[in-house]
């Protein structure tokens, strides 16, 4: 049976080799604003679930690995900003407040069609930001392939706490991805 990373997320390759997977990158393509849902840590588990399907759908005998992360903030989702000055914006508004990492995980197994999915929520004290250095981490950094405009170099580099035990390295919760895979018969 084939594993299928449905990412092309280099945080999320990399959960895999961690694990010394051998496993296929298949990227979704989802639309990931076609669903809506009020609840975050319900719309991360839905997108990560949806993007597992779709890939499921043309590969009839493997496991399909598939996430979604994003960052709430005052009630509001913060995907990938679409510009430098929206990314900027967005990281001056987290200056100094908490903000919610929300990251869902789906492992699809497509020959049984078993679903499983979770969904975390990382909370993160954002200390008092200068504007010098917002924009210098956005010349830096890849941020318009970063939800909320910030990876972990941004998290090393702004956050004053995190609560949760948020994964730097991989973007995935890999005691959750372990559980899950060995549940659909892998050893991991």
């Known amino acids: 049976m084939d594993i299928i990373l449905a990412s092309n997320s280099s945080f999320r390759k990399n ?69 430098k000055n929206e990314a900027f914006e967005m990281l001056k508004s987290f200056s100094g407040n908490n903000i919610d990492i929300i990251a869902g995980l789906a492992v699809y197994n497509s020959s049984t069609e078993k679903m499983l999915s979770s969904a975390d929520k990382y909370t993160v004290k954002f200390r008092e930001l200068k504007d010098y250095e917002i924009n210098d981490y956005i010349e830096r950094d890849p941020v318009l392939k970063l939800s909320g405009a910030f990876g972990p170099n941004g998290l090393v580099r702004f956050a004053e706490t995190i609560e949760g035990h948020y994964p730097f390295v991989t973007a995935l919760p890999m005691s959750k991805l372990i559980l899950f895979l060995r549940e659909n018969g892998l050893r991991v």
């Open 15 to 83: 959960a895999l080799d961690i694990l010394g997977l051998k496993y296929k990158v298949i990227s979704s393509n989802f639309d990931e604003k076609s669903i809506r849902n009020e609840n975050p840590e319900e719309l991360a588990k839905e997108l990560a679930e949806a993007k597992a399907k779709v890939v499921g759908e043309k590969n009839k005998n493997a496991i399909i690995i598939a996430a979604d992360l994003f960052v709430v903030f005052n009630n509001k989702v913060y995907e990938k900003p679409e510009t």
